[in-house]
C-alpha cells in the first residue's frame, strides 16, 4: 500500500467515525429514556447502567393515569384542530397572494413572514386577559385560539410559496374554458400543492403537539392541561424522588408518534422547514 | 377583451374574500392582544381582580429597568443564547457538510437527526434532566465509575453547571434544524465550482475555505438570525430544567412569572414590549439579509 491509499483509508476512517458519532450523539438521549421507560423501579433507581429486569409497569402505571390520558385527549383535539383552521383559512389566502391579483400583496407578505417570527410572549399578557373576558381562559377552544398566532403565519407563508411555484399554463387554459377563479382553486391548484399542504399541516401540528407556554399559562384544571404540562408536572404519589419510570414511559408516548411520522414524511417535512425558512 | 376585464375584476374580489378571513384572525389573535399589552403597560394592572387598573405612565419600565433580577435574566438569556447558537452553528456545519456526501447510510443518518427535532422540548428537557440526576443519571454513574469526577455532582443545582447543561440540551434539540437549513443551502451550490476548483490543484481544504464556505454564508446568516429570535425567547428548556430559580430565569420566564406569579399584568406586559423591540431588530435583520421578495 503506497502513502497515497493510506491516506485516503485513513481519511475513510476518520470519515465514518465522525458519521458515528452524529448518530449516537442524536441517538443515545433518545434511545436512553427508551430503555429507562421499561426498566421496573426497583432496577431504574440503581446505578447499574445495564438493565437487569424489562418490563411493562410504568407503561400500565400511565396509562391508568387518568390525568395523563386526558391530556393526551387534549393535545390531539387542540393540535388536530389548531391544524385544520390554519389549512382551511390559511391555503384560500396563500392561494389570493401566491395567484390573484391583489394591490396589497407587497405589504401583506411582508407582514406574514414578520409574523412567523412573532415572538408568543409578547401577548402573553394581552391573550391572558382576552382569553378571560371571552370566557375562554382554561378551555381547549382558547389554546386552539392562540396556537393559531404561530400557525397562520407559517401556514399562508409556506403555502403562499408552494401557489406561486405552480405553472401559469394550467389556471389559463382553464380560464379560456370559462371557469371561475374559485372553481381553478378548488379542481385545479388545490390538487397539486396536497405535498404542501401535508408538509404544512404536519409542521403545524408538531409545533402544536410540542406548545408549552400557552398551555402552561391558559390552563390551569387538569381535565384542561395538554400532554406536554402534564410531563412537566409529573409528581410520585408518595416518594420525594420523581417518578422518572413513569415520566420517561409518558415522554416516550407522545414522542414516538412523532418520530414515526418524521421517519415516514422525512423527505415533505424537510421541504417544508427549508420552505419556511430559506426560499423566498 | 370584455371577458378579460370581467375575470380580472373577478379575481380580484375573490382575493379580497380569501384574504379578508384569514387576516382578521391575524389580527384577533396578534394584532388584539398586542395593542391590549402596549396600554397595560403603561398601566397598573393587577389581576387580583381586586384593584382597578389605573394610568401609570412609564413606571413599570422604570420598575423593570432598576429590577436586578431583569438585568439578571438578561445576561443569563444573552449568554444563553450566544453559546447555543455559536456550537448549533459550527456543529450544524458539520452535520450539514457529513450529510451532503455520498456514503452508505446516508439516508439513515438525515433521518436520525430529525429525531432530536421532533421530539417535544419539554419531554427532552425531561429526558436530559434524568441522564443528569444527582444519583442515578447515567452522566454522573459513567464520569463517577471512570473517576473523572470524584464524587457525583448535582449538576442542575447550580448556575455554573446548570446552565451549560442547559445549552447541552438546546443545541441537542436544534442543531438539526441548522443542520437541515445548511444542508439545503450545500445543495444550491453548483458541482462544477468544485470540479474547477480541483482542475486548478485545490486540496479538500481549501476548496472547503474558498468554495464552500463563501457560497453556504448567505444561508448561514439566514439560519444564525432565525435561531437567536428563538433563543432569545427561550422558555420551555429553563421553566423545566431549573424551575423558576429567581437565579436563572431568563427574561420570558421572568415575564412569566411577573403575569402568572405576581398576577402583574403592567409589569409583564412592560417586559413583553421590551422583549418585542428587540426582537423585531433581528426581524428586521432577517428580512434584509434572506432576500426574500415579497411582489
Same mark, same amino acid.
Given at each position: 500500500m503506497n502513502d497515497q491509499q493510506t491516506k485516503v483509508l485513513v481519511l475513510r476512517v476518520l470519515f465514518y467515525l465522525l458519521v458515528v458519532v452524529i448518530l449516537v450523539f442524536n441517538l443515545f438521549p433518545f434511545l436512553y429514556a427508551l430503555l429507562s421507560s421499561f426498566r421496573p423501579s426497583n432496577d431504574l433507581f440503581?446505578?447499574?447502567?445495564?438493565?437487569?429486569a424489562l418490563g411493562l409497569d410504568h407503561y400500565q402505571a400511565v396509562f391508568k393515569d387518568a390525568r395523563f390520558v386526558g391530556s393526551l385527549l387534549n393535545s390531539v383535539i387542540v393540535a388536530g384542530s389548531t391544524v385544520l383552521i390554519s389549512l382551511a383559512l390559511g391555503s384560500l389566502c396563500a392561494y389570493a397572494l401566491g395567484r390573484l391579483p391583489f394591490r396589497f400583496k407587497g405589504p401583506v407578505l411582508y407582514l406574514v413572514l414578520t409574523m412567523t417570527m412573532f415572538p408568543q410572549i409578547s401577548v402573553l399578557s394581552g391573550l391572558f386577559v382576552m382569553l378571560k373576558a371571552l370566557n375562554l381562559f382554561n378551555t381547549r377552544q382558547g389554546l386552539v385560539v392562540t396556537y393559531l398566532i404561530f400557525t397562520m403565519p407559517f401556514t399562508i407563508w409556506v403555502m403562499t410559496q408552494y401557489f406561486r411555484s405552480l405553472p401559469k399554463e394550467l389556471e389559463e387554459a382553464a380560464y379560456v374554458d370559462g371557469a371561475s377563479p374559485l372553481t381553478v382553486f378548488w379542481q385545479i391548484l388545490l390538487p397539486l400543492t396536497m405535498p404542501g399542504l401535508v408538509s404544512t399541516g404536519l409542521l403545524a401540528f408538531i409545533a402544536a403537539w410540542n406548545e408549552f407556554l400557552f398551555a402552561l399559562t391558559f390552563t390551569v384544571t387538569d381535565t384542561m392541561k395538554t400532554v406536554p404540562v402534564v410531563i412537566s408536572q409529573f409528581s410520585g404519589t408518595?416518594?420525594?424522588?420523581?417518578p422518572w419510570g413513569s415520566i420517561m414511559a409518558a415522554s416516550m408516548v407522545v414522542t414516538i408518534p412523532l418520530v414515526i411520522l418524521v421517519m415516514i414524511f422525512q423527505y415533505r417535512i424537510v421541504a417544508g422547514l427549508t420552505a419556511g425558512a430559506v426560499k423566498g | 377583451m370584455a371577458r378579460e376585464i370581467d375575470l380580472l375584476e373577478r379575481q380580484k374580489r375573490l382575493a379580497w374574500y380569501l384574504i379578508v378571513p384569514a387576516v382578521f384572525v391575524v389580527f384577533l389573535v396578534i394584532g388584539y392582544p398586542l395593542i391590549q399589552v402596549l396600554v397595560y403597560s403603561f398601566m397598573k394592572y393587577?389581576?387580583? *381582580?381586586v384593584t382597578p387598573p389605573s394610568f401609570a405612565g412609564i413606571d413599570n419600565y422604570l420598575f423593570i429597568f432598576s429590577d436586578s433580577d431583569f438585568w439578571h435574566a438578561v445576561w443569563i438569556t444573552l449568554i444563553f443564547t450566544f453559546f447555543s447558537v455559536t456550537i448549533e452553528s459550527v456543529l450544524g456545519l458539520t452535520v450539514a457538510l457529513v450529510a451532503n456526501s455520498k456514503f452508505k447510510g446516508r439516508t439513515f443518518l438525515r433521518v436520525a437527526i430529525l429525531i432530536p427535532w421532533a421530539i417535544p422540548t419539554v419531554v427532552s428537557s425531561q429526558i436530559w434532566r434524568w441522564m443528569f440526576?444527582?444519583?442515578? *443519571?447515567v452522566v454522573n454513574v459513567i464520569l463517577a465509575n471512570l473517576h473523572i469526577i470524584p464524587h457525583k455532582l448535582a449538576w442542575l443545582a447550580t448556575p455554573a453547571t446548570a446552565l451549560p447543561v442547559i445549552i447541552a440540551v438546546d443545541v441537542w434539540k436544534t442543531t438539526p434544524f441548522m443542520s437541515l437549513l445548511l444542508l439545503a443551502g450545500l445543495q444550491l451550490i453548483p458541482a462544477d465550482l468544485y470540479e474547477a476548483a480541483s482542475i486548478d490543484g485545490a486540496t479538500g481544504i481549501r476548496k472547503f475555505f474558498s468554495v464552500t464556505l463563501p457560497l453556504v454564508t448567505p444561508t448561514l446568516l439566514v439560519a444564525l438570525i432565525f435561531r437567536t429570535l428563538d433563543a432569545l425567547r427561550v422558555f420551555d428548556i429553563f421553566y423545566i430544567m431549573v424551575g423558576g430559580q429567581g437565579n436563572m430565569a431568563t427574561v420570558a420566564v421572568y415575564n412569566q412569572q411577573q403575569l402568572?406569579?405576581?398576577?402583574?399584568a403592567g409589569v409583564g406586559s412592560a417586559t413583553s414590549v421590551v422583549i418585542l423591540i428587540f426582537i423585531m431588530i433581528f426581524v428586521v435583520l432577517y428580512t434584509r439579509f434572506s432576500k426574500t421578495s415579497f411582489e
Open positions: 440503581s446505578t447499574d447502567l445495564w438493565p437487569k408518595s416518594s420525594f424522588e420523581q | 393587577k389581576l387580583d *381582580g440526576n444527582d444519583i442515578y *443519571g402568572i406569579a405576581f398576577l402583574d
